[in-house]
T-cell receptor
Framework: NAGVTQTPKFQVLKTGQSMTLQCAQDMNHNSMYWYRQDPGMGLRLIYYSASEGTTDKGEVPNGYNVSRLNKREFSLRLESAAPSQTSVYFC???????????FGSGTQLSVL | GESVGLHLPTLSVQEGDNSIINCAYSNSASDYFIWYKQESGKGPQFIIDIRSNMDKRQGQRVTVLLNKTVKHLSLQIAATQPGDSAVYFCAENQSGGYNKLIFGAGTRLAVHP
């Protein structure tokens, strides 16, 4: 009964390095989301995928790309990491009829 | 992780007391509101929701109150327990679709024995 699984849990990057954050859900949800959470601020939407095969920008998409690999998996890529991207990243999924977002446990990313 | 809790307002209560956590929302057109609980090192967890056509909704030990006149939302936790210690934040849905959710920064609830 895993729900939403994110990897890795922690990552340290140097400025300019690239990496991909992985997210997978086993609840057969159509919609998936990537958020970032910064100290003293609410969650902010980076990108979302309303259904398999579609992706759209959220509130803070600059510096990120996403791939909805299949219905289960939605990855977030940082092509050239910057210190401003130091944050905790959460993946979430939802089945519209349920109206409850399920979140993963997060990836804590530090960019030096 | 723990770092996201920095700079948040903190509510300290004694175990067994009732807790009230408040949230001011921004858009009078928002029609759906949600409360989340986030424990240290974990992702947010759904607690309770309410639609704008309601003033009050009750769950197990939790009640959400909505005052649309002053754009205010509150979460009441009855008989607070140590396991309730967490950051609580509200979210408003401004125009339908979860891509339009606006999240508050949250309040840290500290429960003391």
């Amino acid at each position: 009964n895993a729900g939403v699984t994110q990897t890795p849990k922690f990552q340290v990057l140097k400025t300019g390095q690239s990496m991909t954050l992985q997210c997978a859900q086993d609840m057969n949800h159509n919609s998936m989301y990537w958020y970032r959470q910064d100290p003293g601020m609410g969650l902010r939407l980076i990108y979302y995928s309303a259904s398999e095969g579609t992706t759209d920008k959220g509130e803070v998409p600059n510096g990120y790309n996403v791939s909805r690999l299949n219905k289960r998996e939605f990855s977030l890529r940082l092509e050239s990491a910057a210190p401003s991207q130091t944050s905790v990243y959460f993946c979430a999924s939802i089945e519209a009829a349920d109206e409850k977002l399920f979140f993963g446990s997060g990836t804590q990313l530090s960019v030096l | 992780g723990e770092s996201v809790g920095l700079h948040l307002p903190t509510l300290s209560v004694q175990e067994g007391d009732n807790s009230i956590i408040n949230c001011a929302y921004s858009n009078s057109a928002s029609d759906y509101f949600i409360w989340y609980k986030q424990e240290s090192g974990k992702g947010p967890q759904f607690i309770i929701d309410i639609r704008s056509n309601m003033d009050k909704r009750q769950g197990q030990r939790v009640t959400v109150l909505l005052n649309k006149t002053v754009k205010h939302l509150s979460l009441q936790i009855a008989a607070t327990q140590p396991g309730d210690s967490a950051v609580y934040f509200c979210a408003e849905n401004q125009s339908g679709g979860y891509n339009k959710l606006i999240f508050g920064a949250g309040t840290r609830l500290a429960v003391h024995p």
